[in-house]
C-alpha cells in the first residue's frame, strides 16, 4: 500500500543577522566607511532576492546620505527627502549581503549634529524576497561635528575720509 502526501510549501522570511555595527563619522569626512560590513542575510527557502531597503530610521538630517554603487544587477536609489536607499534587481542572497555591506554614510550638512542636539543616526537594514521582508535589523552612526570658522564677506575694499572730517562708516 502507498500513501500520497501533499506538501504545500510556506515561504520563510529572509534573516538579517550580525547587524549593529557602531561607527564614527566625522563631519565632511574625505572616505565615507561602510556603515555595517560584517552583517550577514540567509533565506532558508530561497537563493535569490529581490530588494532591500537600508533607512535613517533615527536622526535623519537634511544633508545625510546613504551612498550605493550599483553591483551585481544590483540598483540603488536614494531619496534625500526621506533616507531611504531602495536596492532593487533579482541577484543572490550572496550578492546582496555584499551589496548592503558596501553602503556607506556622508553628510554635504556644516551643521550635521544640528548645533549638538542629534549626535547619532540609527540605520535600518531590510531585505524582500519577492513575498516577504526580514525583520528589521539596526545600526549606528556616531556624528563628530568639526567647528567651522566664521566667514566675513561683502566688505568694501576701500572708504573714503577727509581729514578732521565727520566720522565715515568703512563697510556698510
Known amino acids: 500500500q502507498t500513501s500520497t502526501i501533499n506538501i504545500t510549501a510556506v515561504n520563510d522570511a529572509p534573516v538579517i ?43 535623519f538630517l537634511a544633508g545625510d546620505a546613504l551612498n550605493f554603487s550599483n553591483q551585481n544587477g544590483i540598483s540603488g536609489t536614494y531619496n534625500a527627502a526621506t533616507g ?23 553628510s554635504s550638512s556644516h551643521n550635521p549634529t544640528s548645533f549638538g542636539t542629534d549626535t547619532s543616526r540609527t540605520v535600518s537594514w531590510v531585505v524582500n ?14 556624528i ?4 567651522d570658522a566664521p566667514v566675513l564677506s561683502n566688505v568694501a575694499v576701500t572708504a573714503s575720509y577727509t581729514e578732521q572730517g565727520a566720522a565715515t562708516t568703512l563697510s556698510s
Do not use: K
Open 144 to 147: 563628530t561635528a568639526v567647528n
Open 84 to 106: 531611504v536607499l531602495t536596492l532593487s534587481g533579482p541577484a543572490t542572497v550572496a550578492q546582496y549581503q555584499a551589496a548592503l555591506e558596501s553602503v556607506t554614510f556622508s
Open 129 to 142: 524576497d519577492g513575498t516577504a521582508n526580514s525583520a528589521a535589523q539596526t545600526s549606528t552612526i556616531n
Open 17 to 59: 543577522t550580525n547587524a549593529g555595527n557602531t561607527i564614527g563619522y566625522t563631519e565632511l569626512q574625505a572616505v565615507a566607511s561602510a556603515i555595517d560590513a560584517g552583517l550577514t542575510v540567509s533565506d532558508a527557502d530561497n537563493l535569490n532576492l529581490a530588494s532591500a531597503a537600508v533607512s535613517i530610521t533615527n536622526g
